[in-house]
Structure formats: C-alpha cells, structure tokens
C-alpha cells in the first residue's frame, strides 16, 4: 500500500493550497482517509477525515470553516483544500488510510501513511 502525497509549496498568508494524496494498493473507497500535520518542533496532529462513502467529514478547530477534505474514488485520491491560510498552518502534512471505513480522528486509528508534503505560509 502507498499514499502518495503531493501540491504542497510556499504560499502567502490568505492564499490556498490543494494537497492530493493517491492511493495505490489498497481499495480507497473502503476505508476513511485523514490529513494530519506537523509544525516544526511539535507533535504531529490531527487536521481533517472523511469516511469512506465520502458523506460524512470531521475538521479540528484550527482549520474548521478555512480547509475542506474530499475525495475522488474514481482516481483513489483524496484532496485537502486549504483556505485562507495563515502562517501558523506552517507544516508537512500527511495523509493516512484508517484501520476501517469510518472517519477517524486518531493517529492510531490510521493503517498507513504518505511521506509527507511540505507547507510553508509566508506572513
């Protein structure tokens, strides 16, 4: 199994982003995907997840109402569309396939990980 994600870059406080995360050797569509981030010299942490029929999403409080998850099961993709960024949403951020077909919000929850895409929000 491999999640491959990519679109992150440098970008200017109040710009957008969209970060992909393709799926590879694993029936996307049966299992609920996450975004997670993390800040230099802070722990990793939970930012979005959507469950597997794409019907249901769950955001933290940080990043409620600016970013959006969503996934394309024809493509085995899932997207994180970032709004209105701040510098705070500074981090690499990974996508994660969780253990069922839920939303999860847990990292331990979640079966696999992508390597990571790099975000960098310029004040």
């Known amino acids: 199994v491999q999640l491959q994600a990519s679109g992150g870059g440098l970008v200017q406080a109040g710009g957008s982003l969209r970060l992909s995360c393709a799926a590879s050797g694993r029936t996307f569509s049966s299992y609920g995907m996450g975004w997670f981030r993390q800040a230099p010299g802070k722990e990793r942490e939970f930012v979005a997840t959507?469950?597997?029929?794409?019907?249901?999403?769950y955001y933290s409080d940080s990043v409620k109402g600016r970013f959006t998850i969503s996934g394309d099961r024809s493509r085995n993709t899932v997207y994180l569309q970032m709004n209105s960024l701040k510098p705070e949403d500074t981090a690499v951020y990974y996508c994660?396939?969780?253990?069922?077909?839920?939303?999860?919000?847990?990292?331990?929850?979640?079966?696999?990980w992508g390597q990571g895409t790099l975000v960098t929000v310029s004040s």
């Open positions: 994660a396939s969780s253990t069922t077909g839920g939303y999860r919000i847990l990292e331990s929850e979640y079966a696999y």
């Open positions: 959507i469950n597997w029929l794409g019907s249901r999403t």
